[in-house]
């Protein structure tokens, strides 16, 4: 059984940081890709970044040069530094990773979700 669980998150001032950290546990073979996802109310789902395995970088447009997303393959963790924060990033970020259980298969995952409120 995997699971991602997500933390970090919280309430923070316009223009602030945050960093939050998403981990893998389970019955792992191999990481590949990680990601962060979020969700405003009343919003679609949104890619803010991803990380192959190999370091690889995404952003999203309305964060780059905002957020920095991170891993640590040892550890099976992904994370994301969050500055300049903006009330729009108000959501629930989700993490997302795809994940090898055995050698050549890979299935999709989600955390369970962490709030990030960006408020005065």
């Known amino acids: 059984q995997v699971q991602l669980v997500e933390s970090g998150g919280g309430l923070v001032q316009p223009g602030g940081s945050l960093r939050l950290s998403c981990a893998a546990s389970?019955?792992?073979?191999?990481?590949?890709?990680m990601a962060w996802y979020r969700q405003a109310p009343g919003k679609q789902r949104e890619l803010v970044a991803t990380i192959t395995s190999v370091g690889s970088t995404n952003y999203g447009d309305s964060v780059k040069g905002r957020f920095t997303i991170s891993r640590d393959n040892g550890k099976g963790t992904v994370y994301l530094q969050m500055n300049s924060l903006k009330p729009e990033d108000t959501a629930v970020y989700y993490c997302?990773?795809?994940?090898?259980?055995?050698?050549?298969?890979?299935?999709?995952?989600w955390g369970q979700g962490t709030q990030v409120s960006v408020s005065s």
């Open positions: 997302n990773a795809d994940i090898s259980t055995k050698l050549g298969k890979y299935d999709n995952y």
């Open positions: 389970g019955s792992i073979f191999r990481i590949g890709t």
